[in-house]
């Protein structure tokens, strides 16, 4: 099965391990991650992100994914000797996608 990310108007898509471009760095590497669904203060933080109804039931959000362009650099950890990034328990996705922000508005 083919997972979309969820949020509105991304079209990523996981794809097989054969069928991925190689990253030039495990940063670069596009991830998806499960909605925090033991966490209700940041999963309701989450569906609002997603522009989704938070009194949905926690049984449909499980098939869910966000990818890893909407949350900010900060929102990761790996671990040493790990090429895998983990979401720090703090991670909320952010409102734009990183590459439609210019170097300008990030300064103001």
């Known amino acids: 099965m083919v997972r979309m990310c969820a949020f509105p108007g991304c079209f ?7 069928l ?10 596009l991830t998806f991650h499960r909605f925090p669904l033991n966490d209700p203060q940041r999963l309701r ?3 609002l992100a997603v522009r989704r109804d938070t009194g949905l039931p926690v ?7 966000l990818c890893s362009q909407h949350f900010s650099r900060d929102d990761f950890r790996s671990d040493k000797g ?10 909320v996705p952010v409102w ?3 590459t439609e922000v210019c170097e ?5």
Request: charged share 35%; hydrophobic share 35%; aromatic share 8%.
């Open 12 to 18: 990523n898509r996981q794809k097989a391990v054969r």
């Open 20 to 29: 991925r471009p190689r990253p030039l760095s495990p940063e670069e590497r």
């Open 45 to 47: 933080l989450w569906l």
């Open 59 to 65: 049984q449909s959000l499980d098939v869910l994914r």
């Open 82 to 91: 790990s090429v895998r990034r983990y979401l720090k328990s703090t991670a």
């Open 96 to 98: 734009f996608f990183k």
């Open 104 to 108: 300008d508005q990030l300064t103001e």
